[in-house]
């Protein structure tokens, strides 16, 4: 995978991360480590991560290069979805969005996120 189409996935974790307008610190960590194995500075990936949480059109301009590997792609930003250990809607929605660009199937996306509330929910019952 190129190093740009890694960037355009940091790109698209950071808007599943800051859609709620809030980046938790397991999901910070999770988009440092991404930024760290790609090479993108602190300072990148914090401009990266404040216009995620304060302009909902950043996320539109992110699907554009992220067909190549769809199921990797995929699998990256769930990942950063459960960091804080919850999907909400406006999780879902973006996470949608980007498996429609992804073509990813509708029935498959589905399967794909009630898996992940179901992970989820475990991870709670597990804390309790």
Sequence with gaps: MSVMHQVEILRAACCVAG????????ERRLLTHLADQIGVGQASLQAM???????KSFCDEQFLLLKTRPDKTLGILLKVALADRKLGDDECQVLQQFAERLGLAAERFRGV???AKREIESRRKGAD
């Design 49 to 55: 991560i404040d216009r995620a949480e304060r302009d």
């Design 19 to 26: 859609i709620d307008g809030d980046t938790t610190d397991r």
């Design 113 to 115: 996120l009630e898996q």
